[in-house]
């Protein structure tokens, strides 16, 4: 299991973004959170096989309706980091 980090830049906030992020990563099955960062950005943390969240990063790529992603910055993460996460969840929403 991998476990990436994604920093998503653009017209991303109050657009449904995190919303349209973690349908498409519950879908594919992945664990994780997704949330709004106090600079206008969308992060994202994710565990998967490399196959999956490759699919993750291209639907991040893609954006949703109505967004504009600018760019995505991906770090790796420990693969322990995997044991801290569960069913891939948006943080700060009602």
Do not use: C
Request: net charge negative.
């Amino acid at each position: 299991m991998m476990v990436r980090h994604y920093l998503v830049q653009g017209r991303v906030q109050g657009v449904g973004f995190r919303w349209y992020v973690h349908r498409e990563a519950s879908e594919i099955g992945l664990r994780g959170w997704v949330r709004n960062t106090d600079d206008g950005h969308v992060e994202a943390v994710a565990a998967g096989d490399e196959a999956d969240l490759a699919e993750l990063e291209t639907a991040i790529k893609r954006g949703s309706k109505g967004s504009r992603v600018d760019r995505v910055v991906i770090h790796n993460l420990e693969d322990a980091e995997a044991d801290n996460l569960g069913p891939f969840l948006i943080e700060g929403a009602w």
